[in-house]
């Protein structure tokens, strides 16, 4: 296996904690999203969209981090990162997707440097623009959460799954940008969960060979 990813991006995040609570390893290819390497020739070959992560395996490339993770669920099937039934398994793509597809797309670092490039937004402009996609995601997410009987120590159940391993690069990303998440107790109980166990700890961007 050979990961292309970037130390701070949430979605080759949430990829390298599927990676190590399956146990799996996989050579590490930096592409530094900062200095533009994902525009280069060699990169776009590779993955025509730009984008990390992409997973190599087996003759393959694989890319969109939750399409990645539920390959790996299916080729090392434990842990399982799914529930076993249809409406649970319903139920942790929804948050995976609240995350991955709602909140993330508009916040990325393509995103902002697009508002800054291109429409002339200041720095407060785009933190502002940052902090709103995260409360209307965070409140939704902690609503359906801190109603939901399948929450327990984790997002659905007491074992760590897809929804979870989206969930704490985006809490990340928000603290990382000074966001008040101190209205979501539901997510921060989780994550906090989450962030302990060794796989998660492994993951973390400051832990990795081309973080800065």
């Known amino acids: ?106 916040d990325n670092l393509r995103v902002l440097d697009y508002l800054k490039d291109e429409l002339h937004l200041d720095g407060g402009q785009r933190d502002r623009w940052y902090a709103h996609w995260i409360e209307v995601g965070f409140t939704a997410l902690e609503a359906m959460l801190a109603r939901d009987a399948r929450v327990g120590r984790f997002c659905c159940g007491n074992t760590p799954g897809l929804a979870d391993l989206c969930l704490v690069p985006q809490l990340y990303n928000a603290e990382r940008m000074h966001c008040d998440t101190s209205d979501y107790p539901t997510l921060l109980r989780i994550a906090a969960n989450a962030r302990a166990l060794p796989a998660f700890i492994a993951a973390e961007p400051q832990r990795q060979a081309d973080a800065e």
């Open 1 to 106: 296996m050979k990961l292309h990813g970037y130390y701070r991006s949430s979605a080759a995040y949430r990829v390298r904690i599927a990676l190590n609570l399956k146990g799996l390893e996989a050579e590490q290819a930096f592409i530094h999203l900062r200095h533009r390497e994902q525009n280069a020739r060699a990169y776009r070959e590779l993955n025509p969209a730009g984008l990390v992560p992409a997973l190599e395996h087996d003759g393959q490339l694989l890319t969109q981090s939750l399409a990645i993770i539920e390959y790996l669920d299916e080729r090392f099937p434990a842990p399982a990162l799914l529930p076993a039934t249809a409406a649970d398994r319903a139920y942790v793509r929804s948050l995976a997707m609240a995350i991955a597809c709602d909140i993330h797309p508009l």
